[in-house]
Nanobody
Framework: QVQLVESGGGLVQAGGSLRLSCAHSGRRFSSYAMGWFRQAPGKEREFVACIKWSGGSTYYADSVKGRFTISRHNGKNTVYLQMNRLKPEDTAVYYC?????????????????WGQGTQVTVSS
């Protein structure tokens, strides 16, 4: 069984930065593609970024491209989301997810395990 635990959320002013972390408790972390999604109040959950099991490929939503960076440390069973130049519209609960897909999946249904989420609030 895989458990994912996010951390690093909080309140930040517009233009600031945060780094989210997601710890993967199961075995074979390095065999999973990892993704970040977010859900704002009253909106559907949306894709943010993902990284291939090897770390060799990444994929981003257009809304965060150039501002957010996803990375992973397979030795620590952890995936990160570095968020820079944050905007109020980035305010949401951010979820980490794991997928058995061998590529860079961006669809919710492609993910097998989900964390509980961490709140990110960006004030204007």
């Amino acid at each position: 069984q895989v458990q994912l635990v996010e951390s690093g959320g909080g309140l930040v002013q517009a233009g600031g930065s945060l780094r989210l972390s997601c710890a993967h408790s199961g075995r074979r972390f390095s065999s999973y593609a990892m993704g970040w999604f977010r859900q704002a109040p009253g909106k559907e959950r949306e894709f943010v970024a993902c990284i291939k099991w090897s770390g060799g490929s990444t994929y981003y939503a257009d809304s965060v491209k150039g501002r957010f960076t996803i990375s992973r440390h397979n030795g620590k069973n952890t995936v990160y989301l570095q968020m820079n130049r944050l905007k109020p519209e980035d305010t949401a609960v951010y979820y980490c997810a794991a997928s058995r897909d061998s590529g860079v999946p961006s669809m919710i249904l492609e993910y097998d395990y989900w964390g509980q989420g961490t709140q990110v609030t960006v004030s204007s």
